[in-house]
């Protein structure tokens, strides 16, 4: 508990825990003040965000934290900026021409201008978090989180009294990213000063070269994950209803909580630690071990009450339209407890440059998890009930996956241990 991976931890944990808070004390009153067909359009544009934002930078911006010295990460980081313009102008371009080839599309070009908007912010986020991360400025990655919790749930209250819908929580979303992105853009303008003598476009091809496993295999990794979570937006939103999506997509935010809080700021910290060990030769399955069995720990007890009482608790919290959503948290309870406890190992496969392996698993557990659902709508037409079958069936699935994603990491991590014992 004195160590220098738990001083980090509770910086983060501090800031996500308050940025957090903010967030889940409002979401009684939001529930009562938006209806979950609007809080559906709101989860199903943060899907396509996530998804495009995750491609921009072809995943350059996870290697920041590696290089030995800040002046190649910042040539890595600068050159992320100019990857995000030429990737997001090919997307943007494919957006306006289907526009033009499908005139019944009902995504205006001001929704299409929201949605990349959205993206260049969460761009600027997403590099200057990992940037923090290689210099252990975690403050600056808290406050971040704190500054966007405050601004967009702040404005989704009172867009909710101005009428504005689903499209006021998207707005207040934006706005969000852009307020907390201010920090990042100042900080990258002081980086470009200091290395404002730094040109090599050589120098930037090798470092590119040197890294190429984040577009090559991390990149398809996330591809996957993300297309996975926008193709279950689209089949429930489409398939089923928008009333079904926005009771799926709460519960699964309501029950992500400890996942955002902990898990999510561990695996911050966990990459940088694992990073050092790496390039000092130090050990590290005893380390991440301890570390399985304190989330585990962490874990029983509120997952435990959500399997026993989510109905009751979240009509209680959230009023009597969202008995659906506590119905599905009970459904993905023992799933989301086993995501807890092994989302921080996602890192595991970067630091032991495995990634070939990650984006195989990763195509696993999409399909795991899209299959249930898509072959019981065209099977049974779309009930309701059908929906809560296949999502116990997706959950039991992937909870198993998971215990044998557990397992294999472990292994990874021992075999590295015993190679460094034998001096290799």
């Known amino acids: 508990m004195n160590s220098e991976i738990a001083k980090r931890f509770y910086v983060l944990l501090s800031g996500t825990f308050l940025a957090q808070a903010i967030g889940y004390a409002l979401a009684p009153l939001l529930t009562r003040l ?46 992320s900026f100019l990857i995000t313009f030429y990737v997001s102008f090919f997307f943007l371009l494919i957006a306006f021409v289907a526009r033009y080839l499908f005139p019944n599309w009902s995504v205006s070009t001001g929704q299409i201008a929201i949605v990349f908007v959205s993206v260049a912010f969460l761009v600027v986020i997403n590099l200057g978090t990992n940037w923090s991360i290689r210099v252990s400025d975690f403050r600056a990655v808290t406050n971040q989180k704190l500054t966007n919790s405050v601004v967009s749930n702040g404005l989704k209250w009172l867009f909710a009294f101005m009428q504005m819908g689903g499209w006021g929580l998207i707005l207040a979303t934006v706005i969000g990213y852009v307020s907390s992105s201010l920090r990042f853009i100042l900080g990258y303008r002081r980086l470009k000063a200091q290395f404002s003598n730094l040109s090599s476009k050589s120098k930037t091809r090798v470092l ?35 009333a079904i999506f926005g009771s799926y997509s709460h519960a699964l935010a309501m029950l ?6 902990v898990s999510g700021s561990l695996s911050q910290v966990l990459y940088s630690q694992l990073a050092s060990r790496s390039n000092e030769g130090k050990r ?28 009751e608790i979240f009509v209680w919290v959230f009023g009597s339209q969202w008995y659906d959503a506590g119905r599905y948290a009970e459904l993905m309870t023992f799933w989301l407890m086993l995501n807890f406890i092994f989302s921080p190992l996602a890192v595991v496969p970067l630091v032991l440059k495995k990634q070939r392996y990650a984006l195989f698993f ?54 590295h241990d015993e190679k460094l014992a034998h001096g290799f």
């Open 34 to 79: 938006y209806t979950p067909e609007e809080m559906g359009e709101l989860n199903l544009f943060l899907r396509v965000t996530g998804f495009l934002s995750a491609v921009a930078t072809l995943r350059y911006e996870m290697s920041l934290p590696l290089p030995k010295r800040d002046s190649h990460a910042f040539l890595i980081y600068r050159q």
């Open 208 to 242: 590119l070269r040197e890294h190429r496993d984040f577009p090559m295999m991390n990149l398809p990794i996330v591809l996957v994950d993300n297309l996975r979570d926008l193709l279950i937006g689209a089949v429930v939103f489409g398939f089923y209803s928008a």
């Open 256 to 261: 992500s909580l400890p996942i955002m809080l």
């Open 284 to 311: 590290m399955h005893g380390f991440v071990l301890k570390l399985i069995g304190v989330l585990i720990a962490l874990s029983i007890l509120p997952f435990g009450a959500l399997r026993l009482y989510g109905q």
């Open 362 to 415: 990763s195509i696993c557990s999409a399909a795991i998890q899209v299959g249930p659902f898509v072959l019981s709508y065209f099977a049974n037409q779309s009930a309701a009930s059908d929906f809560e079958w296949s999502l116990t069936l997706s959950s039991n699935m992937l909870a198993g996956w998971f215990v044998l994603l557990l397992i294999v990491y472990l292994r990874w991590l021992s075999k």
